[in-house]
């Protein structure tokens, strides 16, 4: 009918989206270990390991992570939306991950995970949220509505 009016959102659900089975974490490391996805898959074990949002997650600096050449076991960093200082774990996969991404990127930089387009700035969270939609793509992760 004429008077029917189309929502906004395409009639899509709303609201956070569920968080990813174990299955679906384990696939995704898979594909990242697989395709020798390097900047990838360190950001993904951090994710993991750190549960921070998007936004903080790009924000993190070198030596928030390293020290001595190492990376940390527990890192501090400030969490973006309530700013306040957090404490994390983070895993030997993660650390391994992450030590092989900088020694890969030369350490350049003050932030861990670099713009594209400008090394001396951090990845957007707009371009680490294409990230993860291309992770989830190439695994059919994504439910369907």
Not at 8 to 32: D, F, H, I, M, Y
Not at 127 to 144: K, N, P, T
Request: aromatic fraction near 6%; glycine fraction near 8%.
């Amino acid at each position: 009918p004429a008077d029917e009016v189309q929502a906004r959102n395409g009639g899509r659900t709303l609201g956070s989206n569920r968080p990813w089975k174990p299955k679906g974490c384990w696939a995704v490391r898979l594909r990242l270990e697989q395709d020798r996805k390097v900047r990838d898959r360190a950001l993904f074990y951090l994710a993991i390991d750190s549960k921070l949002r998007g936004c903080g997650l790009v924000r993190i600096k070198i030596r928030d992570l390293v020290a001595g050449g190492l990376v940390r076991h527990r890192a501090m960093v400030i969490q973006q939306k309530t700013k306040k200082l957090i404490q994390l774990e983070i895993l030997e996969p993660a650390r391994s991950s992450i030590l092989a991404w900088l020694e890969r990127r030369c350490g350049l930089g003050e932030f861990a995970f670099p713009s594209r387009v400008d090394r001396s700035d951090r990845l957007s969270t707009r371009q680490y949220a294409r990230l993860v939609d291309e992770w989830v793509a190439g695994l059919s992760l994504r439910r369907e509505d």
